[in-house]
């Protein structure tokens, strides 16, 4: 028995890193699974077809979270092709980093459109949906450790975490007469494409590397039990919670 066996789990950002990790593991956890896909048709094919391998059904469905129809579109096209949504996983998000004083604004309010309004659109076209199915549901957001510390080279980016955070927080309370539960997951430094670059400096590599008392960079595998678990009913009495996922690195000031 899987913990998510009969759910359909919705997946934001699911080509790559995390957000891949994440869908594959749903399906292994007995979950249907639709992935949303900015783009790289060859990228989305292959996490549909490694979720159809775990013997779930999947599908992916272009859009990007910037645009605000995509929130209705993806709910709209998981549904036709899946029936329900009783998850979402609210993950797609970019960090280009650049340093604060002369960032480029349409860096700042891209970032902006994607980490924060896209998951605000996509978590509000949800929670419609499973408000109408009425039978609950739960809303896991990646948020991040850049929620509760900052970055120098992250100044547009670490307010959208914070944002995350705290829009789980609130939907928790507008969403829990519907018995609609709301989490986030803090991820600290894993490795994937969005700090692919900024980590090939050794320096600042060693540097992150010796702040994680469990003494390594986190993989996005590392994500998918804690998201499993609060998408699953075993955290049926969790909501408005935030969870660390992050080899211990926000703790270990001295
Ligand atoms: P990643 O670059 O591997 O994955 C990001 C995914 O989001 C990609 O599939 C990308 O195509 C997609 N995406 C980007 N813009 C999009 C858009 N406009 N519409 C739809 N999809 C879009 O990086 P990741 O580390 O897996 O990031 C996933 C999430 O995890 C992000 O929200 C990120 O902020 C968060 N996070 C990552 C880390 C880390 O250290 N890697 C730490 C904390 C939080
Ligand atoms: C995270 C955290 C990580 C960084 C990624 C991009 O929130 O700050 O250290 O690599 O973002």
Redesign the pocket.
């Known amino acids: 028995m899987g913990l998510l066996d009969g759910k359909v789990l919705l997946v934001?950002?699911?080509?790559?890193?995390?957000?891949r990790a994440v869908a594959i593991g749903a399906a292994k956890a007995g979950a249907d699974v639709a992935i949303?896909?900015?783009?790289g048709e060859g990228a989305a094919a292959s996490v549909v077809a490694a979720i159809e391998a775990e013997g779930r059904r999947g599908v992916a469905i272009q859009?990007?979270?910037?645009d605000r129809a995509t929130a209705t579109s993806f709910v709209d096209g998981a549904v036709a092709a899946l029936g329900r949504v009783d998850v979402l996983v609210s993950?797609?998000?970019?960090?280009p980093f650049h340093a604060f004083l002369d960032m480029p604004a349409e860096t700042f309010e891209r970032t902006m459109r994607?980490?924060l309004h896209?998951a605000y659109y996509m978590v509000q076209a949800a929670a419609n949906r499973m408000v109408e199915q009425g039978q609950g549901g739960a809303i896991v957001a990646?948020s991040?450790?850049?929620a509760l510390v900052g970055g120098e080279f992250q100044t547009h980016y670490t307010p959208t975490?914070a944002g995350v955070h705290s829009l789980m927080q609130s939907a928790a309370i507008a969403l829990g007469r519907y018995n609609i539960r709301c989490n986030s997951v803090l991820?600290?430094?894993?490795l994937?494409?969005?700090?692919k670059q900024d980590l090939s400096d050794p320096e600042k590599r060693a540097y992150m590397e010796k702040r994680v008392p469990l003494g390594r960079l986190?993989q996005?595998e590392d994500l998918v039990g804690p998201i499993t678990f609060l998408a699953s009913d075993m955290a049926r009495y969790v909501t408005g919670a935030a969870l660390l996922v992050d080899g211990g690195a926000y703790v270990n000031l001295q």
């Open positions: 934001t950002g699911a080509t790559a890193g995390i957000g949303n896909y900015l783009d859009g990007d979270v910037a993950n797609a998000g970019i960090c994607v980490n896209g990646v991040s450790i850049s975490k991820p600290g430094t894993i994937t494409d969005i700090n986190g996005p």
